[in-house]
C-alpha cells in the first residue's frame, strides 16, 4: 500500500485566497507527481520533479500554480490566487523512475473554494 | 480525442456476480496500471500490467500492448468492492500518466 502523506486532506479558500497543499513522497522515490482530478472524474497532469528539478509542467501551472521539492522538506503545490474552478481533489504520486514505474498515490488535498 | 478510454462508465452486478472491465488507449503504454479509487477520493493501485495478465486475489488483469487494450477482472464481486476503477497509462515520450474517466462499479447487497 502506499505511503505517501499529502496534507491537508481538506482545505478551504476563498476567491483570490493563497491555497498550499503538501506531499511527501514514498522514502526512496525521487520522483513526484501532482495531479489535478475534477468533479467529472477528469484527470489532469500539473507538474512533475526529479529529486529538486522540475521535469515537466504544464501552462497552467506556470501562470498561477507554484511547486517546488525542496532536498528535506515536503513537496508543496501552492496556487497563488485561488478561483472557484481551482476547486478540486489534488493527488500527489511518487515513484521510483519515470519511465515504466508504478506510480504510488497518497489520498489527496480536497480544495474548495467559495 | 480521449487517449484512455474506459466502458463501461458504470456497472451495477448483484454481490457474487463476475465484472469485466475494459481499458482501451490510443498511445503506446510503456505502464500500464488499474487503480481503485473510493468514493471518498484515495486512490489505491490494483495492478501494474503492461502486458500479460497478472493475478491478484479476486483481481485479474490481461493486456494486450499490440491491441493497446486491458482488462479487469474481478470475480465474485463484494459490496466492498463497490467504487471508482481508473485504468492509466504512462507513454513512451511522456513523464506523465494518462488517466481514464473510470468504470463505477455499484455491487449490491
Known amino acids: 500500500n502506499s505511503k505517501v502523506i499529502q496534507t491537508p486532506r481538506y482545505l478551504v479558500k476563498g476567491q483570490g485566497q493563497k491555497a498550499k497543499m503538501r506531499c511527501i513522497p514514498e522514502?526512496?522515490?525521487?520522483?513526484v507527481f501532482w495531479y489535478q482530478q475534477n468533479k467529472n472524474n477528469e484527470f489532469k497532469f500539473l507538474i512533475n520533479f526529479q529529486n529538486q528539478e522540475v521535469l515537466q509542467q504544464i501552462d497552467m501551472t506556470e501562470k498561477r500554480f507554484s511547486a517546488e521539492c525542496p532536498s528535506n522538506s515536503p513537496c508543496s503545490l501552492e496556487i497563488q490566487s485561488s478561483e472557484a474552478g481551482d476547486s478540486a481533489l489534488y493527488l500527489c504520486?511518487?515513484?521510483?523512475?519515470?519511465?515504466?514505474?508504478?506510480?504510488?498515490f497518497g489520498p489527496g488535498t480536497r480544495l474548495t473554494v467559495l | 480525442g480521449q487517449q484512455v478510454q474506459q466502458s463501461p462508465s458504470s456497472l451495477v452486478l448483484q454481490e457474487g456476480e463476475n465484472a469485466e472491465l475494459q481499458c482501451n488507449f490510443s498511445?503506446?503504454?510503456?505502464?500500464l496500471q488499474w487503480f481503485y479509487q473510493s468514493p471518498g477520493g484515495s486512490l489505491v493501485s490494483l495492478l501494474s500490467?503492461?502486458?500479460g495478465t497478472k493475478h491478484t486475489g479476486r483481481l485479474t488483469s490481461t493486456t494486450v500492448t499490440k491491441e493497446r487494450r486491458s482488462s479487469l477482472h474481478i470475480s465474485s464481486s463484494q459490496t466492498t468492492d463497490s467504487g471508482t476503477y481508473l485504468c492509466?497509462?504512462?507513454?513512451?515520450?511522456?513523464?506523465?500518466?494518462?488517466f481514464g474517466k473510470g468504470t463505477h462499479l455499484h455491487v449490491l447487497p
Open positions: 500490467n503492461p502486458s
Open positions: 498511445s503506446t503504454a510503456t505502464q
Open positions: 504520486a511518487s515513484s521510483l523512475w519515470t519511465g515504466g514505474r508504478e506510480q504510488y
Open positions: 492509466a497509462i504512462e507513454t513512451s515520450n511522456a513523464y506523465k500518466v494518462i
Open positions: 522514502k526512496g522515490h525521487p520522483v
